[in-house]
């Protein structure tokens, strides 16, 4: 391993904390039309607003209470950071939060890199946070993120109606969410499954 600091180990991917060379990254990520279609935002961002937002994110890190955690998604063999993974909203009273995901990089998708990557990161708002519930909120097309969260335990708990407007017509987002229990069952059987 490298000089880059890893938050969160996994067999093949780790979390790690964002340096400013990944920006360029970042922003060709979320000014990809195939990739926002599936995410919140609809203007295209530059490298001074992915900046502005790493910095934020590090103030936020700073607060009594922190309300987000955003962290890489690295391959552990090349260090070749693909994605993103956060925990967002993070309600300490309730012990709730939402994850959010990218795989920025298309060419490594659907290589279950997400799935260890949202394991790590649900062994850290359950383990290390003492989180209760966590949500994960999903447009109804984007079947690929919808099979890797009930994969990690996550089941629907509930729809926002035609929520969204994309490719020219109206959506559905979908709630999930998962518990500490489901999270240890799933997790178990996913690292059975692949000897990890």
């Not at 990739?35 to 607060?63: C, R």
């Not at 984007?142 to 020219?168: F, I, L, M, P």
Request: charged share 25%.
């Amino acid at each position: 391993m490298g000089n880059r600091p890893t938050w969160r180990r996994g067999a093949r991917v780790s979390l790690v904390p964002f340096v400013e060379a990944d920006v360029p990254s970042l922003v060709t990520w979320f000014n990809d039309e195939e990739t926002m279609q599936f995410l919140n935002g609809i203007m295209p961002v530059t490298e001074s607003i992915e900046k502005d937002w790493l910095e934020k994110v590090a103030k936020d890190y700073q607060a009594a209470a922190p309300q987000h955690l955003v962290l890489g998604v690295m391959i552990n063999e090349t260090e070749q950071l693909i994605g993103t993974m956060g925990l967002h909203n993070i309600k300490w009273v309730n012990r709730t939060a939402v994850t959010g995901t990218c795989i920025g990089d298309k060419e490594v998708r659907q290589q279950g890199y997400a799935t260890e990557a949202k394991f790590l990161l649900l062994a850290v708002a359950f383990e290390r946070f003492n989180l209760y519930k966590v949500y994960s909120h999903v447009i109804d097309f984007n079947e690929d993120s919808q099979k890797y969260a009930r994969t990690c335990g996550y089941v629907e708990e509930g729809r926002y109606v035609d929520e969204h407007w994309r490719n020219g017509t109206r959506h559905d987002e979908i709630i999930y969410a998962v518990y500490r229990d489901s999270w240890q069952k799933a997790y178990a059987v996913w690292k059975a499954k692949y000897s990890v």
